[in-house]
Structure formats: C-alpha cells, structure tokens
C-alpha cells in the first residue's frame, strides 16, 4: 500500500494539531488529533476491505490471437477484467507486453474500470521483431481510493505466451505429387559400376553383426568367426545447380521460390558433407553463371555460406522466354505444304535448321550444365534447383545432364508462390496439375528423379480442392444410385 | 489518469453535504457565542469547506476554537466541536458503505481517545500523551498495511 501526497498532507495536520496541544498547553487540540487519526485509520481499513474483495472477485484475462506468428507481423492482445459486482474503488490496468513487442503506447495498453463499473476491455495490435517463446507479463492494476489518501499495484490474470517464428520459409515441402519424400540423399542408382572396393580392418564377431560380412577365410584359419570390414571408394562427384534468377524472386518477402530452394539445398549439402563426396556448386543468374566452385570434398560451410548470400539477380531483357520444344517445332513445321501465301512465306525458315542446342545457349542454366559438365569426372550428380517458368530449358538441362549420371531435379511451382494464386482455388489446381504432368514428364527419363518444392499448407490448399471434387463426385454418384 | 484524479479529489462527496449540518452548528456557535470575530472565523470555515476537504476543515476549526474563543463555555465548546465532528464524519456517510465506515471510525476513535485519556490520567502531562497517541496511530496504520500486503500476496517469503 502507497499513501498519496493527500495522506501525508493530512498526517502532517494532525501533527500540528499535537504540536499545538503540547506547545500552548490545550487538550482540546488532542482531540482533534484523535479524530484525525481516526479518520485515517477509518479509511485505511475501508480501502483494504475493498481491495480485499477485488482481489478475491477480479477476473483478469490475456488472449493472444494468434499463438503462433512470423517475426514483425501483426498480433493482437485482448486483455479484459471483469467483477461480478460493481468496483467499489477506481482500478487503472495496464498490460504489459514483452520488451521486444512494439507497436503499442503505453495509454493503447492500459484500460480505466471506474468505481461502479463491472467490465472493462481492450485489443492492442502488437509485433514481436525477434523470433523465439516470449511470455506477457500478468496485468499490473492499480487500485486507488476515492479519497485519493492510498493506492495499491498488484497483478493479475494469465500469462499467455506466443511463439514467434523467423520470417523464411515454412513448412518447406519436397515431395511428389503432393506426397512428402522420404528419403532423398542416400541410395540412388547409378549408370557406372562402383569403384574399388577396399578391404580394410578384421574384427572378432560379436552378436549383432550382420552374418553377410563374416569372412570365412578367415574364420576356418582362426578358427573362430571373424568380420570383414570394406572400403568403397568412389569417383563420385555431386554437382549444384542453384537458379537465382529473377523469377525465382517471387513471393511472400522472405518466402519466394529462391528461399525455398536455398533451405532445401543448404539441407542437401549438410548431407554431402555428412557423406564426405566431392560437391561442386553453380550459382546461376540472368545472365550466366555468377559464382562457381569445382567439386572438392571439403569446404561445404564455404558453399553453404554462398548460398545464404545468393540473391536474385535482374533479368536485362525482362521479357518472358517461351520457347517451344524440338518436337512441336517439327511437328508443327512437318504441317508446312506449300499451299498458302503464308505457307509459302514461313517455308524458307523452317528449311534451314540450326541445331536446336544452339539456340538454347541464350539460356543461362542450360548453358552453365553444358560448360561444367566436361569439368566433372566419374559418377556425376547433377543436382538443379529451379522454378517450373522455363520448362523447355528445364527438359533440355536434364537431358543433357543425364548424359553424365544421375539427375536430381527441385522444381518450385510457380503457382504457389504467386500473389493470389490461391485467389481461385480451381485454376490454381488446373495450373498445379500442368505443373505435376511437367514434372512426371521429366521423372520419366531414366536416371531423373524429380521433386516439387513449395509451402506445404499452400499446396494442401490447392489439392484439397481436387480432394474436396473426387469427395463430392463419390458421394453424388452414390446418391443418385 | 491526472484528470481521473483531479476529478476526484474535486468531488463534492469528498466533503460532502452530509457534512454540512455540521458545519451550519459550528458557523451559528462561532457567530453567537464570539461576535463578530465569530462570524469571521465562520466566513473563513465555510470557504474552507468549499474549496478544502473536510479534515482541512475539521483541523481549521479546531485552531479556530482555539483563537477565538479559548475560554469559551463548555455548552458552547460542545456545540461547535460536535459540529466539527460532524463535518469530518460526512465523507464517511457518503459512499456504498457508510456505516461500516462510520462503525470503523467510531471503534478507532473511541480507541486512541481512550488510550489518550488514559495516559493522560496516568501521567498528567500533555506530551507523553501525544506521543502515545502518535504510536499508537503509526503502529496500527503499520500493522494494517502488512496485513494488506499478505492478503495480496505481496509479502516477501524469506
């Protein structure tokens, strides 16, 4: 309990009054002493009789909506107190918000329930910057008398708390068909034999070791059964292809394509240094290749810290490349007889044929496979990652890379990364399907496997519709039976 | 919350109109009893009550008793320190809980005026009594305040 300048006023004039008495010698002035003194302690007893019973009866509570938000997004915090019978004295709330919450005043954050009011409430909008757990603190109240003699501060209520994640992609999802992958680094198959196999250390069986690797040899000479241990050695070199270009610079800020892959690759590398193979990176922007490593098996953290700083770089021509396939072409061109004026006219384009391959050297991914690959040696993996907006060089790349082993492919759907893609829900399941046909399309080449990469409540979102269609189709045609 | 308290401060019940009886006795015992010096203290009384609170008053009329009329009778003295009384009395009537205030103050009166008179009987001098008293009221504010505290929980385990 804190007295106000108004209590020590008075104190201060019942001590005059004491002084008086004793100074000019009257008792009378003792007696207004004792009724001020009175009068105090009166009021000090009813204040805590109301405090008392505030305490008992207050309901303070703290809802955060929602529990769970990005970094330097907007919160909101509805903070109430509430008594089941009028307030017999002023109560002053306020909240108080983690220090690293911004965006409310202190006059946003606290609430007057007047002396007679029962009900009191408010909503802050907050954003927490710094990602991470962080609590609200219980609501301070503070309680004062309508004499203004005594106040009280106290706190009350719940202490909700939010988790606040980093801005950058979320539940990254690489799968197929709207299927996670299991398993994506490890066993794969490869077009050449395994080097070497080396033998290396021999050890007494003991119980768990697989009966596969029992050395027999060495088992009827020692007479007791031994294990053989192996070395493989491989020619195995891994070869990244990441594509920074400025399509891969769309949507949400901190959640494009780029920075799906970028989580996706940085996990892969983990993995190949974990597996100790030789790992080349590619850095790929508008107009080429933007940084390079050859394949060396160390330095990961080196390729792993460029891959962090990759940015989007800016298309100089900024004009759509739709190119149309080899097939097409020729079908298309195969229609040309000569008939009409137009025929006539588009005959002599289509009679000279530059090899296709070399007008794709206008395009900066296929172009960097098709310089590094002479670079790399034994067993190659080529690793792309990239967006599905340029699906002619996309088919052409693999095909040419699996000229040299085993092709890994992350696509990002361009549909779930748009801004309002999602707006209709239909087209947006039309757009991911062409993109699904893309991507069966190239897994069916040998030696290709091929993986979507995007947000996965955005592409549950997407299939739900077709899930929701099949759902009605079934139970319509039950129904009608 | 400034003007919350202005506001509050500037209340009329703080002074309250249950008071005012009290005062119009004190103002007619001053004017009869002393004149017109009566009637002066009573102007300055009732501007008191106006625009102080009601123990500001209740001090002043008190030193008002005491300047102007120290050798007043005792029916007269009676009158104008009942009248007093009063007028401290009224804020406690005007709240949700008067009588409880006013049961409060009247135990807390009857108390330190006992204790005072008794110390005063035992000892026959002004200033042992008065200190008494003034212990007497910090200990039991003192005491009230640490039982508020536990009541809140506030107290400090050790």
Sequence with gaps: MQVTRRYRTIAALSVVLVICAVVFARPVLLVGAVGVGAWLLARQCLFIRAVSRINTAIDVEQVISPERAVAETDVSLAFSISLPFASPLDIIAEAHPPVTATGSTHVERTVHLAQGERTVETTITLSVPVAGSVEFDPVELNVSDTADLFKERFTRGNTPSIVVEPRGPRNIHVGEAGERAMQIYGKRPSRRRAANIEPAELHEYVPGDPLSRIDWNATARLHQPYVREYEVETDHETALFVDHREAMDCGPADETKLDYVRQVALTFVDNVGTAGDSLGWYAVGDEGITDRRKPVASRYEAVKQSLRELRPTVDPANEPRNRIGPQRARRVAGRLNGRSAFETTLAPYFAEREPYLERLEDDPLFEAVRTAMPHLRGSVWTVVFTDDTRRTEVRETVTLARRSGYVLVFLTPTVLFQPGGLADLEHAYERYRTFEEFRRELTRLDYVRVFEVGPGDRLDAVLSTERRRRFSRTHGSTTSS | ?158
């Design chain 2, 1 to 158: 919350m400034a003007s919350v308290e202005a506001e509050r401060v500037d209340n009329p019940s703080i002074r309250s109109w249950f008071g005012a009886p009290g005062l119009v006795v004190t103002i007619a015992t001053l004017i009869v009893g002393v004149g017109p010096l009566g009637a002066v203290a009573s102007a300055v009384l009732a501007i008191g009550w106006y625009h102080l609170s009601a123990v500001a008053v209740f001090c002043i009329g008190q030193i008002a008793l005491l300047i102007f009329s120290p050798d007043a009778p005792f029916y007269q003295f009676a009158a104008a320190e009942s009248g007093l009384w009063i007028v401290l009395i009224g804020p406690l009537l005007s709240g949700d809980e008067r009588w409880q205030s006013v049961a409060a103050f009247v135990l807390a009166a009857g108390a330190l005026g006992s204790i005072a008179w008794l110390v005063r009987i035992v000892t026959d001098t002004l200033w042992p009594t008065a200190l008494v008293l003034g212990i007497c009221v910090a200990l039991v504010a003192y005491g009230l305040h640490r039982y508020e505290r536990l009541q809140l929980g506030l107290l400090e385990t050790t």
